[in-house]
């Protein structure tokens, strides 16, 4: 059975860092490119980062140059550094597969950008 926790949100004041986590089980991790999405209230879910099997990564335009996407195979984990948060990255952050997997998604972790 396939399990994806997320990790690492809290609050944090516009301009603060954020590390995320992604711990995977039951899946051959390293075969598969992994996506960072979030939920933000009364918006639908969105891909925010994705990064190959090959560990090639790949952002959406609203996070370039402030978020940046990592993995390590050996600890079936992913990771997305945020810097410069702003106060519209407040949302619900998951991990899953891409393409993604209903039955993968995971709780999420909140970060929430505020002053």
């Known amino acids: 059975q396939v399990q994806l926790v997320e990790s690492g949100g809290g609050s944090v004041q516009p301009g603060g860092s954020l590390r995320l986590s992604c711990a995977a089980s039951?899946?051959?991790?390293?075969?598969?490119?992994m996506g960072w999405y979030r939920q933000a209230p009364g918006n639908q879910r969105e891909l925010v980062a994705v990064i190959t099997s090959g560990g090639s990564p790949t952002l959406v335009d609203s996070v370039k140059g402030r978020f940046t996407i990592s993995r390590d195979n050996a600890k079936n984990t992913v990771y997305l550094q945020m810097n410069s948060l702003k106060p519209e990255d407040t949302a619900v952050y998951y991990c899953?597969?891409?393409?993604?997997?209903?039955?993968?998604w995971g709780k999420g972790t909140l970060v929430t950008v505020s002053s």
């Open positions: 899953n597969t891409m393409p993604l997997r209903r039955s993968y």
């Open positions: 039951g899946m051959i991790f390293s075969i598969y490119a």
